[in-house]
């Protein structure tokens, strides 16, 4: 599953991450996050992968679409591993 922009900015904002400290987390550059969570360029799928895995090794978990659209939430304690 790749992350969409919104789940991108949605992610960033309840950990309280800039986009700087997103791009040193995954190795993305800044730019790049901020043209995809702008809507102007979509990013590879590894591009996305690093992303979301930066993510959510600081916390967040992404949920899919499943029917009520999908969306982002920070993680239970001890339920990342």
């Given at each position: 599953?790749?992350?969409?922009?919104?789940?991108?900015?949605?992610?960033?904002?309840?950990i309280g991450?800039?986009?700087?400290?997103?791009?040193?987390?995954?190795?993305?550059?800044?730019?790049?996050?901020?043209n995809f969570?702008?809507?102007?360029?979509?990013?590879?799928?590894?591009?996305?992968l690093d992303?979301?895995?930066?993510?959510?090794?600081?916390?967040?978990?992404?949920?899919?679409?499943?029917?009520?659209?999908?969306?982002?939430?920070?993680?239970?304690?001890?339920?990342?591993?």
């Amino acid at each position: 599953m790749g992350i969409s922009s919104a789940q991108c900015r949605a992610g960033r904002a309840l950990i309280g991450w800039s986009q700087d400290q997103l791009a040193m987390a995954s190795n993305v550059a800044k730019a790049t996050i901020a043209n995809f969570e702008a809507g102007k360029r979509a990013p590879y799928d590894r591009t996305l992968l690093d992303l979301q895995a930066a993510l959510e090794a600081a916390g967040m978990e992404f949920i899919p679409e499943n029917g009520g659209g999908a969306g982002v939430r920070l993680a239970k304690p001890g339920t990342k591993g």
